[in-house]
């Protein structure tokens, strides 16, 4: 039987695939434990400069499996929802960029994890919602990205109402960035990872961590702090040999990170 979440590497892209097809790829605590070390593992990877989230089977994710809701205390639920819900705290502090790649539905938790991804491309058909209203439960693990990247309103809209909303819908609101055609989803994807490849690894990584500061801290601080980190930056032999390559007209040699 093979595992729940699979890993390997290719070209310096990490590819991640979420593994449990016949269960619409939702998660338990070890699907959740698998693919969280699975980040980590790439992330700690000198030759992964990208990592790619995609899914086997007809749906990127439809959340957490609900099997999983009961016989459990308070506490019980607090430990397993901390376990569940580790990828998120992970994606925001990797310094490798993430791309999520998305067919079919991704609801609840499915679509916090394309929503939490750096970038996501989706299908035309691909449908996105933060379901869990619908049975009794509430997506709050998604609105985390969802507040940074939409607002209160929409958030709260979209968490309190339910209501799925197509591809292109999602794309308008900042939810993800590109839609593409259902049999073109691979080689989209792949041609995003590829460009993000051909960066510094080193550019990369100060870039993720510099937008990273940006969310939280007034605009002139978060300014500071960016020149702090662009400073830091041009003293490295990448940004000295990217623009020697410039002005010598030939591909840059880059570091590892």
């Not at 310096?12 to 070890?30: A, S």
């Not at 969310?215 to 702090?225: F, I, K, M, N, R």
């Not at 020149?227 to 010598?248: I, K, P, Q, S, W």
Request: hydrophobic share 40%; net charge negative.
């Amino acid at each position: 039987m093979e595992p729940c979440i699979l890993a390997h590497r290719n070209d310096h892209i990490g590819f991640i695939t979420l593994n449990r097809p016949d269960q619409m790829n939702t998660f338990t605590p070890e699907f959740a434990d698998l693919l969280d070390q699975a980040l980590w593992d790439f992330e700690r990877d000198e030759d992964v400069r990208v990592i790619v989230i995609k899914a086997a089977g007809k749906h990127f994710c439809t959340g957490i499996s609900l099997d999983q809701f009961k016989d459990k205390s308070a506490l019980d639920y607090r430990r397993f929802l901390y376990g569940i819900d580790a990828f998120y705290h992970t994606l925001n502090r990797l310094n490798t960029p993430t791309i999520a790649s998305v067919q079919g539905y991704a609801l609840a938790n499915g679509a916090g994890l394309s929503f939490g991804c750096d970038m996501t491309v989706a299908t035309e058909s691909a449908t996105f919602g933060t379901t869990a209203i619908n049975v009794g439960l509430i997506c709050l693990g998604p609105a985390a990205p969802m507040a940074k990247l939409i607002g209160r309103k929409k958030t709260m809209e979209l968490v309190l109402t339910g209501d799925m909303i197509s591809a292109q819908e999602a794309e308008r609101l900042g939810l993800i960035n590109k839609v593409v055609a259902d049999d073109q989803l691979e080689e989209e994807t792949l041609k995003l990872a590829q460009k993000l490849v051909k960066k510094s690894p080193l550019a990369l990584s100060i870039g993720k961590e510099g937008l990273r500061r940006l969310q939280d801290v007034p605009y002139h601080q978060g300014l500071e702090s960016m020149d702090d980190l662009f400073a830091a930056l041009c003293a490295t032999e990448d940004a000295e040999e990217g623009v020697r390559a410039f002005l010598e007209k030939r591909q840059p040699q880059w570091q590892r990170r």
